[in-house]
Structure formats: C-alpha cells, structure tokens
C-alpha cells in the first residue's frame, strides 16, 4: 500500500486535494509501485523560487521540484516502507505554463505530478526535448490515466 500527503504552504487551501492524492496513487500502481512514502507540497512561486534558490542555486520559480530520498524506513507495524521524497509544485507557475501550452490546468498538474513521481523513481533528463526517455514515458503514462482529473473544471475550460 502507497501512501501519500499534502501540505499547502502560501496559498489557499485547493478543495481538490483529494483527487491529487487518487491520482497519485494510480500513478504509482501503475509503475507497480508497492510501499512508497510520498508527499507533496502545493505552494506559490514565492515558496517556490526559495526552495529553487536554496537547493538548486536558481533565483527563480520554476513549477515542480523533486526531493528524492529514497531510503527504506521501517514502519509502525515492522514492516518495510519506502520512503521516496518529496515533490513541491508552484501553482501559480503551473497556471501560467498551462496557458503558454494550451492546456487546462487539470492536464498541466497531472503531468507535473507524473514528473515528480518519476523524478523519485530515480529518472532524469538533460533537457525539456520529448524525446528523452523520461518525458516519453511520462506522456505515455498521461495518456494511459487520462480518465482521471483531478482539478474539476467547468465545462468549455
């Protein structure tokens, strides 16, 4: 069994906090993932551009960061857990990055959830190109989980 939390840090607290947690979890069942800790942390670009500064030397936002830690713990009951990291996404850069792309916002934080998933599996890529292995798989595995939204949207959005 998965596990995953989010904590919100200034920015309003999304009603749709739940469906990120669902889909997160379909995500890792889907990689056949078992045993992972994973958290997440929705904020603004202020948190955002603090935490890209501080541990990326970037002064600037950016829309999602990965904090892989990737060590097993043991768990209440004795059992083996893993413990995977932690994924940070700014959801004012997410909103702008979904109209530079033309897509809903729903789609945007998906993808950037797939991304920081993969990211803790221990992936990477050299660049943006959709050809790196990494960014493939992660259009794939969107498109795999496409019936699921998390960000309910009106209709025509």
Request: include cysteine.
């Amino acid at each position: 069994m998965n596990r995953v939390e989010v904590a919100v840090e200034d920015i309003g607290e999304p009603a749709w906090i739940d469906r990120l947690v669902e889909f997160s979890l379909r995500v890792l069942a889907h990689r056949g993932e078992d045993g992972w800790d994973l958290s997440f942390l929705l904020c603004g670009d202020g948190t955002m551009r603090s935490l890209n500064s501080q541990y990326r030397g970037k002064d600037e936002s950016t829309d999602v960061l990965s904090f892989e830690l990737g060590e097993t713990v043991e768990d209440e009951d004795g059992s083996e857990r893993w413990a995977a990291g932690d994924i940070a996404i700014s959801l004012e850069t997410l909103k702008k990055n979904a109209e530079y792309f033309s897509v809903s916002e729903d789609e945007e934080l998906r993808r950037l959830v797939i991304h920081g998933i993969l990211h803790l599996s221990g992936m990477d890529h050299e660049d943006n190109d959709a050809a790196r292995p990494m960014l493939a798989l992660q259009e794939r595995i969107l498109a795999d989980l496409s019936d699921h939204r998390i960000i309910e949207e009106s209709p025509g959005t």
